[in-house]
């Protein structure tokens, strides 16, 4: 009786020693140096982690990073209760004053695929982004539709209903697929719009890229998009796309830079970093869902030094992790663009 | 335990009287400390959920409750979609479960030999233990495309002729995800049930027996009877659970924003809509509508809560007036 009761008194003991404990190193710890934290987007997250180790043993950095989503990412930097944060659409005028003091920079770029699930189909589909936008507003509802067939002369594309699948989660990837649609018709930018979750008029939605993926794998007749490192390592059939030069292109790497060719030869601003939709300049290769995914750290950081050689280091030497994940390194104009932000990030104390 | 000492002959109080005293107090203390710290953490939690959402309880008003829109693009929110979804769903699962959990606990305890019993028990037991995100996948990669393929055109053929049960077929949907609900609350209302019907007491129901009721006389007119009340508790615990389950339902369920008739096509709960978007959700309006959902999840939760002892207490009043 004794024995359990002090056995009792014991056990409250350590779950409030270990609710205290936790509680204190959940705190960020200020004072210390060599450690960031980051949370955000998990787009980029195959890419961070192989930083991670890297950085550890090039500058002594140790970084922890939460793939939470972007919308947490920018919410967890606007508090500041994180060292940076990582979203895959660049923060609108108004989240930029709500950060207060924050830098947007573009530290990896990769392309979003169209995977399709059309058993027996004699070669690869075809897609323009017209008809891929009218799919998704429910426009076009069979595979064996007049505007599909006229892309794809000689395939046997069969009568069978299109389950167009969308990530119900909010996500990056979404983003940029909306941002495409939007581009390429006044419909859906008025109807529907862009940005990481939306409204979508049709079709079922699935949580993180492993559910669209699963919904696709197991419905004949769906479609969704993923990125393209997603697609290429679960060996998912996606369309190749037709882009302003009027080619059918795919995501590989030599798709992503031709997109990249028609960027200013000096980026001021990140509004020039909108890749998606390239024009007919950009060339026949030019890849036309592709996108910058960034990083949001504050101007005003106790950790500045570390923030900016971390974040110098991801923009230069990281970026050769990138093509492994079919994330296409940074071109040279952005790289400088990146550079100019990095400066603005100072030290606070 | 002082009145002991006013006995003269009484020998003094011994340390261990005092130690049992002390135990007494600080068992006391602990069990205080407890309830309050539950009550305190459940109204913090209430307080902060209600604080996060105020962006969107301000700017929508309560006409959010009956508004069917989610527009992250628009910042245009409401909850009718969810609230459906959550409802039906969650109203489905309970109807299929609980004649299921009842006879699986009639059988363990009335019909299976003892060896049997046992392990059954522990299976469906275990049942409760799969994690609900594993549940969720299994849902999305087996379940659902079983019930697009065979249970759903089955249903069509029989019962087409109700709107609820016609339409195109999907793999994640309203069906799915309340048959997943269904699977998931099965353990507790059966564990709950087998416990109930094992302790009425054996000689009411061999007086029933001997009376000359059959088995299932006796089993309807004195187990159900007594167990009544329990039965009802566990049902509503069980449709507590069907609430508030968020992963397995956002994978299954389809996620639309679109309240839809049919109950093959996809929908969305308030749980599961919270899930998936808390997350990355981008504006202040749009977290907070998030939240919002939150706090209606609470107050429906909570009245039936209130609903169900209102129903218990029903039950054993009118057993104890019999």
């Given at each position: 009786m004794k024995k359990s009761l002090a056995a009792g008194l014991a056990l409250f003991a350590l779950v409030v020693a270990t609710v205290v404990a936790t509680g204190a190193t959940a705190a960020p710890s200020k004072s210390q140096a060599g450690t960031l934290t980051g949370a955000g987007a998990t787009f980029p997250f195959p890419l961070i982690s192989k930083w991670i180790p890297e950085v550890g043993k090039a500058y002594d950095i140790n970084i922890t990073y939460a793939p939470t989503g972007s919308g947490a990412g920018i919410a967890a930097i606007t508090a500041r209760t994180v060292d940076f944060g990582a979203s895959d659409a660049p923060l609108s005028s108004s989240q930029l004053e709500a950060c207060k003091g924050c830098v947007v920079i573009p530290w990896a770029l990769s392309a979003t695929s169209i995977p399709y699930n059309l058993p027996g189909l004699n070669g690869r589909l075809r897609l323009d982004g017209p008809t891929l936008s009218r799919i998704y507003l429910g426009e076009i509802t069979s595979w064996n539709d007049q505007r599909i067939r006229a892309l794809n002369p000689g395939r046997n594309l069969p009568d069978t209903k299109i389950t167009p699948v969308f990530r119900s989660d909010g996500s990056g990837t979404t983003y940029n697929f909306t941002e495409y649609l939007s581009s390429v018709n006044a419909t859906w930018k008025d109807k529907v719009g862009f940005n990481t979750s939306v409204s979508f008029p049709t079709g079922v939605g699935a949580r993180g890229s492993a559910g669209v993926a699963g919904v696709v794998r197991n419905t004949p007749g769906a479609l969704t998009y993923v990125d393209v490192a997603y697609s290429l390592a679960n060996k998912f059939d996606f369309a190749v796309m037709k882009n302003r030069a009027g080619k059918y292109t795919t995501p590989g790497l030599r798709g992503i830079n031709a997109s990249l060719s028609q960027l200013p030869?000096?980026?001021?601003?990140?509004?020039?970093?909108?890749?998606?939709?390239?024009?007919r300049s950009a060339g026949p290769l030019a890849y036309p869902i592709v996108t910058f995914t960034y990083?949001?750290?504050?101007?005003?950081?106790?950790?500045?030094?570390?923030?900016?050689?971390?974040?110098?280091?991801?923009?230069?030497?990281?970026?050769?992790?990138?093509?492994?994940?079919?994330?296409?390194?940074?071109?040279?104009?952005?790289?400088?663009?990146a550079y100019r932000e990095i400066k603005k990030i100072q030290s606070s104390s | 335990m002082t009145t002991v000492t006013q006995d003269p002959a009484a020998p003094e109080p011994s340390l261990e009287s005092r130690g049992i005293r002390l135990g007494d107090v600080a068992f006391r203390g602990v069990a205080i400390a407890a309830a309050a710290g539950v009550t305190f953490l459940l109204a913090l939690i209430a307080y902060k959920v209600i604080e996060q959402a105020w962006p969107a309880i301000e700017h929508f008003g309560l006409s959010f409750v009956w508004t069917e829109a989610w527009n992250p693009v628009q910042d245009e929110y409401g909850a009718l979609t969810f609230i459906y979804g959550t409802v039906v769903t969650s109203v489905i699962a309970l109807l299929l479960a609980t004649p299921i959990s009842i006879a699986i606990a009639l059988f363990l305890t009335e019909i299976a030999p003892r060896r049997i019993a046992a392990p059954i028990a522990t299976l469906v037991e275990l049942l409760a233990a799969i994690p609900s995100?594993?549940?969720?996948?299994?849902?999305?990669?087996?379940?659902?495309?079983?019930?697009?393929?065979?249970?759903?055109?089955?249903?069509?053929?029989?019962?087409?002729?109700?709107?609820?049960f016609e339409g195109t077929f999907y793999q994640a949907g309203m069906l799915p995800a309340a048959l997943v609900l269904t699977i998931m609350i099965v353990p507790i209302t059966s564990a709950i049930c087998r416990e109930l019907f094992s302790r009425t007491p054996r000689d009411l129901t061999d007086g029933a027996l001997a009376l000359g009721s059959t088995r299932w006389e006796a089993i309807r007119g004195v187990m159900f009877a007594y167990a009544a009340p329990g039965i009802a508790a566990a049902v509503l615990l069980g449709l507590g659970r069907a609430f508030g389950e968020a992963i397995a339902v956002a994978q299954v369920i389809g996620g639309s924003d679109h309240i839809n008739v049919s109950l093959f096509a996809p929908a969305d709960t308030l749980g599961a809509r919270i899930?998936?978007?808390?997350?990355?959700?981008?504006?202040?309006?749009?977290?907070?509508?998030?939240?919002?959902?939150?706090?209606?999840?609470?107050?429906?939760?909570?009245?039936?809560?209130?609903?169900?002892?209102?129903?218990?207490?029903?039950?054993?009043?009118?057993?104890?007036?019999?």
């Open positions: 030869k000096k980026v001021t601003t990140l509004s020039q970093l909108k890749i998606v939709d390239p024009p990083v949001i750290a504050p101007t005003q950081s106790s950790k500045a030094a570390d923030l900016r050689k971390f974040i110098f280091w991801a923009v230069t030497q990281g970026q050769k992790f990138g093509p492994a994940l079919l994330f296409q390194p940074l071109p040279k104009t952005v790289q400088a663009f | 995100v594993v549940l969720g996948l299994w849902g999305i990669l087996v379940f659902g495309p079983w019930v697009a393929e065979n249970l759903e055109p089955w249903l069509e053929k029989w019962l087409g002729f109700i709107p609820l899930a998936s978007q808390y997350q990355g959700a981008t504006t202040p309006l749009q977290q907070g509508s998030l939240l919002y959902l939150g706090a209606i999840l609470m107050v429906i939760s909570l009245v039936t809560n209130v609903c169900a002892q209102l129903i218990v207490r029903r039950f054993e009043k009118q057993r104890r007036a019999v």
